[in-house]
T-cell receptor, first 112, second 118 residues
Framework: AQSVTQLDSHVSVSEGTPVLLRCNYS??????LFWYVQHPNKGLQLLLK??????LVKGINGFEAEFKKSETSFHLTKPSAHMSDAAEYFC??????????FGAGTQVVVTP | NAGVTQTPKFQVLKTGQSMTLQCAQD?????MSWYRQDPGMGLRLIHY???????DQGEVPNGYNVSRSTTEDFPLRLLSAAPSQTSVYFC?????????????????FGNGTRLTVT
């Protein structure tokens, strides 16, 4: 069985400061991991994915995530938040059959 | 190229009514799926399909039926709506099962259907 835990339900940052969204996972094999973003009243959009290649993964809009097997973590970071980063973010783990397990989501608020 | 199109965007049903949520994609994706999104619970898989004529249950299939007669369409049917089915529903598709070939298979999501059952 696999699971994913997003450690913060809400994160508030000031524009121009770093963003850190934390995600821990459990899996009995080498998982594929994803981060998705959801803007209000929209579907989810893929930010980045880890698929057993480089452990540091770069995504769109300046986001990146680091896969740490020893810590079973896949935290998402961005050096400098922009107002357009206000959204909900989901960490996702996938098994080899394609079944995805979504985290509960982290709501990001960016203040001027 | 419209991507994944869901209709309707909003729907209100009375308990016991039936309806079909439509989903269509124009990317020739083999894999299609339905999720429901509830506050604090992320997205949960209802049903999925790996190709025309093939469907399978996800995490929360009870109360929902699906069929896949064409590659493009994957409707979700509620046979007898219940208040517990009040949710936002997302259809998503990908070239192949997301876990089978993650390099080629990011999920493409529709914009969702907001369903209220009274």
């Amino acid at each position: 069985a696999q699971s994913v835990t997003q450690l913060d339900s809400h994160v508030s940052v000031s524009e121009g400061t770093p963003v850190l969204l934390r995600c821990n996972y459990s899996s009995s094999y080498s998982p594929s991991l994803f981060w998705y973003v959801q803007h209000p009243n929209k579907g989810l959009q893929l930010l980045l994915k880890y698929t057993s290649a480089a452990t540091l993964v770069k995504g769109i809009n300046g986001f990146e995530a680091e896969f740490k097997k020893s810590e079973t973590s896949f935290h998402l970071t961005k050096p400098s938040a922009h107002m357009s980063d206000a959204a909900e973010y989901f960490c996702v783990v996938s098994d080899s059959w394609g079944k995805l397990q979504f985290g509960a989501g982290t709501q990001v608020v960016v203040t001027p | 190229n419209a991507g994944v199109t869901q209709t309707p965007k909003f729907q209100v049903l009375k308990t016991g009514q039936s309806m079909t949520l439509q989903c269509a994609q124009d990317m020739n994706h083999e894999y299609m799926s339905w999720y429901r999104q509830d506050p604090g619970m992320g997205l949960r898989l209802i049903h999925y399909s790996v190709g025309a004529g093939i469907t399978d249950q996800g995490e929360v299939p009870n109360g929902y039926n699906v069929s896949r007669s064409t590659t493009e369409d994957f409707p979700l049917r509620l046979l007898s709506a219940a208040p517990s089915q009040t949710s936002v529903y997302f259809c998503a598709s990908s070239y192949s099962s997301p876990g089978s070939n993650p390099n080629n298979s990011p999920l493409h999501f529709g914009n969702g259907t907001r369903l209220t059952v009274t």
